[in-house]
């Protein structure tokens, strides 16, 4: 079985992830932040070490445990909702962040303009600033598309958003642990991540951060541990966006995931960059195979059709005889899809991860040209 | 070390629920529902396996995985809210639903009335009718105090929920597991659980029941694997509900709990029974204790105070000096607290699993006679 499908989840998570999830379950498994017993106290430090250790990784100020990156994505744009503006998007956008923002847009009017790159393979501060308005309050930028990888200038992007007064979100779910992060060199005023892709870490945790200028309003609303009293969500701590009780045994793998893309951070980019350059290259040179991944963009995902080939076809041709898993159709993107002339046939796509290896690769072009002589 | 905050959490899990997660971390990592190769399948079967596992074990129509129980307690809430209209909930709710409804009171002009028990130990249909006006188009009610245990006769306010024409909606946070839920035979709209407490399953999971009739409006956006090309989220299917990834392996967790529940029901709950009744009876013969649990009920939540103490100091002395863990203070549990009376002092709590002993409970109830003592 080859999993070239690390994009939607990593499959293979380091034995440390692993571990850290059976202590969440074993040693760490009270309620953190709920009672004051030592068990409790434990899990709680637990917690907020993890917690600073996501701050850490991304340079910010505050991080949120949030259901998932989905999650993060619906604080950073329902809680700062501003009615009657404008929000300026990009074409790479995944639904997790397109439909909070169309839906938000349906509900409050406000206008939303799509951003589409100029030049092939990234995505520009140019792009986006010819988009802005007097009112454009937010700009939300996937800053590594989940379909053919392409990039999204970021720093620039940052620094635009600055200079107007516009707030930054950026949408982290596949750069992270690929491209370093920093919130405050790359101005990026909140982020989401999806620690169960590129950070090794168990499904079940997603991370917005957010730096202290920003003002955003709780999307959930119940138990923190605080102010037990009140009725209302308290307006003050980092609890009051962790209503409910959070999901620790994750959280602890999610502290390990960190630890070991730290620790091996340059070892597994070069892998997925050499991984990535030989699928590419090989890919393109067969008969009939159009890559959209550019050249230059070796994060590991290669999107690609075979003539006009549907992509579930080819993805279900690979699955049954093949034993190779890639994804097929739309990945969730159909700004992206709208953008590539893709909607009816989809893409498939490979995606890789530190587990992958050489071999799999070779297997994979093996069959790709099979399938494009059908 | 004894562990007496399972009402928080149970700290000890069986060993069926950590295979499965195990398993969710290996063999079914893929991500359920979003490719359509083996692996991805395989683990889609598996979840929704858990769902119909999930549904029948309260006879529901629909499941929905959330975050945790409060993130289903605000779908619930939030996903049906009426404007200018009118709230029933009690003085048991959890800050879970307290939070949400009080919320959304203020945002949407809604009224809200407060149900006390007018005979202790249990909160009656009377309790509720008398408060009951044109406009009431929710009933919120928390099964079981997670202060002191007091029950909710769910049955017949689930009739006069039905007759009536009111969305009903239990808090099953801490009754699952201890008291079997019936969503049919109890009239039941929607239903919360808290998976973590007494189905034995990971933090990181919850779960609404809702029934086919009931139309609940998502509170999150983004990708569900279904209807790619749609900006807006789709409007039919549970995954409307369940944007983003899913946390398998605390769905599989969740499964397995379930199945040891269900396997050892009888069991589980006369050793809970006969634990508190024994702690209930010790607690209040012992002088300048005042339990709050009613003597009949015996569900594992006991909530007393000695003399004036405060609570958040007993619960630190058994901590420090006894080795012993409980909850003191509020307990999310606000409206509970001025029902009782104990806003300032708040309530020991001592809570019950399966896996405590009867050893542990006389070393506890010495504990409390030393303490009373000084």
Same mark, same amino acid.
């Given at each position: 079985m080859i999993y070239f499908d690390n994009s939607a989840t990593t499959l293979v998570k380091p034995k440390e992830v692993i571990s850290a999830v059976m202590e969440g379950l074993t040693k760490y498994s009270a309620n953190p !932040?709920?009672? /004051?017993h030592k068990l409790s106290m434990l899990c709680a430090s637990k917690v907020e070490n993890i917690r600073n250790k996501v701050k850490k990784f991304i340079n910010s100020d505050n991080a949120v445990f949030t259901e998932n990156c989905t999650d993060a994505l619906n604080l950073a744009i329902i809680g700062t909702i501003k009615s009657n503006c404008h929000i300026i998007c990009t074409s790479n956008e995944h639904n997790a962040s397109a439909r909070p923002i169309f839906e938000m847009a349906k509900k409050y009017n406000i206008e939303v303009s799509v951003a589409t790159p100029s030049k092939a393979g990234i995505l520009r501060a140019e792009d986006i600033s010819k988009h802005i308005k007097n009112n454009t309050y937010l700009v939300c930028v996937n800053h590594m598309s989940n379909v053919d990888g392409e990039i999204a200038d970021i720093e620039n992007i940052g620094n635009l958003c600055k200079q107007n007064g516009i707030l930054f979100l950026v949408d982290g779910a596949q750069s992270a642990g690929h491209i370093k992060l920093d919130m405050k060199k790359f101005n990026i005023d909140m982020l989401a991540l999806? =620690? $169960?892709? !590129? #950070?090794y870490a168990p499904q079940g945790v997603g991370v917005l951060g957010f730096n202290n200028d920003i003002e955003i309003k709780p999307i959930r609303f119940g138990g923190t541990g605080t102010e037990g009293e009140n009725v209302y969500q308290p307006t %003050?701590?980092?609890e009051r966006f962790e209503? /409910? %009780? #959070?999901p620790t045994p994750n959280i602890l793998g999610l502290g390990a995931g960190i630890d070991f893309v730290n620790a091996h951070f340059d070892e597994i980019n070069s892998k997925i960059d050499d991984l990535s350059t030989y699928l590419n290259y090989e890919l393109s040179q067969i008969n009939g195979v159009k890559v959209? %991944? $550019? =050249? @230059? @963009?070796?994060?590991g995902v290669i999107g690609f059709n075979i003539k006009d080939f549907g992509s579930t076809e080819v993805s279900q041709i690979l699955s049954d005889k093949y034993n190779i898993c890639v994804r097929g159709g739309l990945h969730c993107a159909g700004l992206k899809h709208r953008y590539l002339g893709t909607l009816e046939q989809g893409v498939v796509r490979a995606s890789l991860s530190y587990f992958n290896t050489f071999t799999e690769c070779e297997k994979f072009v093996r069959a790709i040209k099979q399938i494009s002589k059908l």
């Amino acid at each position: 079985m080859i999993y070239f499908d690390n994009s939607a989840t990593t499959l293979v998570k380091p034995k440390e992830v692993i571990s850290a999830v059976m202590e969440g379950l074993t040693k760490y498994s009270a309620n953190p !932040g709920r009672s /004051g017993h030592k068990l409790s106290m434990l899990c709680a430090s637990k917690v907020e070490n993890i917690r600073n250790k996501v701050k850490k990784f991304i340079n910010s100020d505050n991080a949120v445990f949030t259901e998932n990156c989905t999650d993060a994505l619906n604080l950073a744009i329902i809680g700062t909702i501003k009615s009657n503006c404008h929000i300026i998007c990009t074409s790479n956008e995944h639904n997790a962040s397109a439909r909070p923002i169309f839906e938000m847009a349906k509900k409050y009017n406000i206008e939303v303009s799509v951003a589409t790159p100029s030049k092939a393979g990234i995505l520009r501060a140019e792009d986006i600033s010819k988009h802005i308005k007097n009112n454009t309050y937010l700009v939300c930028v996937n800053h590594m598309s989940n379909v053919d990888g392409e990039i999204a200038d970021i720093e620039n992007i940052g620094n635009l958003c600055k200079q107007n007064g516009i707030l930054f979100l950026v949408d982290g779910a596949q750069s992270a642990g690929h491209i370093k992060l920093d919130m405050k060199k790359f101005n990026i005023d909140m982020l989401a991540l999806a =620690p $169960h892709k !590129g #950070l090794y870490a168990p499904q079940g945790v997603g991370v917005l951060g957010f730096n202290n200028d920003i003002e955003i309003k709780p999307i959930r609303f119940g138990g923190t541990g605080t102010e037990g009293e009140n009725v209302y969500q308290p307006t %003050t701590s980092i609890e009051r966006f962790e209503s /409910g %009780t #959070l999901p620790t045994p994750n959280i602890l793998g999610l502290g390990a995931g960190i630890d070991f893309v730290n620790a091996h951070f340059d070892e597994i980019n070069s892998k997925i960059d050499d991984l990535s350059t030989y699928l590419n290259y090989e890919l393109s040179q067969i008969n009939g195979v159009k890559v959209y %991944t $550019h =050249p @230059n @963009n070796s994060f590991g995902v290669i999107g690609f059709n075979i003539k006009d080939f549907g992509s579930t076809e080819v993805s279900q041709i690979l699955s049954d005889k093949y034993n190779i898993c890639v994804r097929g159709g739309l990945h969730c993107a159909g700004l992206k899809h709208r953008y590539l002339g893709t909607l009816e046939q989809g893409v498939v796509r490979a995606s890789l991860s530190y587990f992958n290896t050489f071999t799999e690769c070779e297997k994979f072009v093996r069959a790709i040209k099979q399938i494009s002589k059908l």
